[in-house]
């Protein structure tokens, strides 16, 4: 900016802080100065002694943009220019991260990067030489566009300006990362000392889709073939353990490149993301939706998923890496253009006519498991449950698209058959809508009760496959088996032998 002096040693410490970032993938660029107040905050968070307290200086990285001079690396500029031509220029943020007071930038380009920052994890490496903050660059606080007049109470100049350094930038050896969840809690080191706080919150606009673009998200995604996990959880005490079990050996698979929890108890609050495998550079984040909850949160839209590969998961269910990447890759293979998975459903239908004139009428009855063992060599009816893989903007298509409002608000009364929806979702866009994967590895549920356990569960499935006029087409369901297995040995009764086994151990 044009009120910004630098000190002689600014471009050295550019160069030297350039080299150390080549280092880091998820370090995108230099700042020149060092901020001491956290304006993200209510009121605004002198930062000098939590720095010294975590050992920043001389530097340390951080996820806040920087406008007071910062070199930033070309790439990730690029990339989110691209993401920030579809995003909408006025107005409040609504997405589901946590933005603190600059959701309600909404001229600054620094709300957008830093959005894109939080998402992507991310960071600027900062100067903090001696623990003080001198830089390499001095804001003037001259009168512009956000200091309307002189001494301005809401930016003193003893919190902005600071002497300019005018020796030879330190070697770095070390530099800590310092995250900082903006507005609530400590981000978590590692998953296991997560710390829950009990929290009242307000419902706010359901505004996720306002602040979501699958095009900008294309800008955004990774190259790769890894996984992006979605786990969805209700917090309880007693449950807790479990899951962050689960979580914990899902970090640890290599294809693994983001896990996602959506968290709907709504008197409990996360922390906003823990590091659960510093060697992969694995993150887990937590999303608490801040609207009524409901099953349907567990497919909000969201730039946190990095991979074209999404598997949607159920906290207590367990599959091995390989079947992850087989159930990946028969995605891939088909152009993400199915849902893929291990465990199918079924439905009978009837047909009842009144008198010979009108039309049958069809009724559909959802089946757990099915009364007897069958055959069905043209696939399965319905394949959509406990754990599958899908593209990432199919989050979109459920939870946007306008069609199906009256079938969420279905979903949200009787807190029932998300998976239905999403199977019908995928169905009115791909032909076939999915591809039942036989696992090479059991499959671990830790699961002793759920939603198919209460009284009504598979009435008010039926009435589901009723209201999304489930037909035949829902019945080209594909089946993979596992390597060498022919389709005549692998019959319908063995598998669901095989399922009851899993399920019961």
Known sequence: EDDIEVSPYFLQWAQQGRQWCELDPLCIGVSLYSPMLNELVKPKAVLTETLREMKAAPAYMAQVPCSWGAAYRPEPWRRFRRWAAHQPRTGRYGGDLNLGQASGWAASW??????????????????????????????????????????????????????LLNTPPPVLTAVPT????????????????????????????????????????????????????????FYTKPRFAAFIANARTYCSYKTVKRIIIVWHNREYRPPTMAICNPEYG???HFLQPRVPDT????????????????????????????????????????????????FPRWFTSTETKVDSESK???HLKYLYKPGKPQEHE???????????FSHYSLYYHYYCDVTYENLRQSVQQIRNAEDLLYIKVAADRYTPPSMFVVTVDPIKDSGTVGLHSKGGHNEARSL???????????WNTKVVLPPGTEISTYKHAQYNEQHDRIIES
């Open 378 to 388: 043209e696939g399965y009816p319905i394949m959509l449950t406990k754990v599958h």
């Open 178 to 233: 310092v995250h900082v969840d903006h507005v609530y809690n400590p981000i978590a080191k590692t998953l296991d000392n997560a710390q829950i706080h009990r929290v009242k919150l307000k419902n706010l606009p359901n505004t996720a889709c306002d602040a979501y673009s699958v095009d900008g998200h294309n800008e955004l995604i990774e190259p790769n073939l890894g996984v992006t996990v979605v786990m969805t959880f």
């Open 360 to 362: 049958p009428k069809v």
């Open 282 to 284: 694995t993150t887990a």
């Open 295 to 342: 099953l349907s949160n567990r497919f909000i839209p969201t730039y946190r998923v990095r991979t074209r590969a999404v598997m949607t998961v159920d906290d207590d269910i367990l599959i091995s890496e390989r079947d992850m990447i087989r159930m990946s890759q028969v995605l891939a293979d088909g152009d993400y253009k199915q849902v893929v998975g291990p």
């Open 464 to 474: 589901m496959l009723q209201m999304c006029n489930y037909n035949a087409s829902y």
């Open 110 to 163: 620094k709300r957008f990067l830093l959005e894109v920052m939080l998402a992507l994890d991310w960071s600027i490496l900062y100067p903090f030489v001696n623990g003080e903050h001198s830089a390499y660059s001095k804001n003037h606080l001259e009168i512009g566009e956000h200091i309307r007049v002189k001494n301005d109470s809401n930016h003193r100049r003893q919190h902005y300006t600071f002497p």
